[in-house]
């Protein structure tokens, strides 16, 4: 009788200790872990460790900006063959489109006006941009410049037609079964 009750008492206490371990086993005896009062793997105040980790790469949060600066350069190593631009001329546009780029961020976050003051500011912008731009190229360069432009636009309106288009095209939540929608079983 004895060896049973050495070992009844050997996988009780294993048990318990297991149990304390598993589930917090400590100082707000419950599932908190610590000293908070929180239901779950956490260190307090019912938030989990990976709470506190801070933005990880699975979760979905907006999508990190590109600085000024490089945007800025990646418009002027597009332009630069066409346009034919030197080394200081690309210096100095880039400075202005990197400028640029930071007022016009700076113009769509100032909540104070609304969209129709937004679009007017952001048009005498883009005029007082394109002066700048234009003090540092040749007229031979303005005319190439103006071209580049004009097809960069094109380019953006395409680009968001193509957008629209794919969001209107039709609501997901009303698949109907067509051939092409249906899963093979």
């Known amino acids: 009788m004895k060896p049973f009750q050495t070992l009844f008492i050997l996988v009780f206490g294993l048990f318990t200790f297991t149990v304390s371990a598993q589930y917090g ?34 979760s979905q949060s907006k999508p990190k900006e590109t600085p000024p600066e490089e945007t800025a350069g990646i418009i002027v190593e597009q332009m630069k063959p066409q346009v034919n631009l030197d080394e200081l001329q690309a210096i100095a546009i880039t400075n202005v489109l990197a400028d640029s780029i930071r007022e016009q961020g700076i113009l769509l976050k100032n ?11 952001i048009k005498a912008l883009r005029e007082s941009t394109d002066k700048k731009i234009t003090a540092f190229l040749n007229p031979d360069q303005v005319e190439k410049y103006k071209t580049f432009m004009n097809t960069l636009k094109e380019v953006k309106k395409t680009k968001s037609k193509k957008k629209k288009d794919k969001d209107s095209k039709e609501d997901p939540k009303e698949v109907k079964d067509t051939p092409d929608t249906k899963i093979s079983e």
């Open 25 to 58: 086993g400590g100082y707000n005896n419950g599932y908190g872990g610590g000293y908070g009062n929180g239901y779950g793997r956490g260190s307090g105040m019912g938030m989990d460790r990976s709470m506190m980790a801070g933005p990880q790469q699975g």
């Open 111 to 121: 909540e104070s006006s609304n969209q129709d003051q937004k679009i007017e500011q």
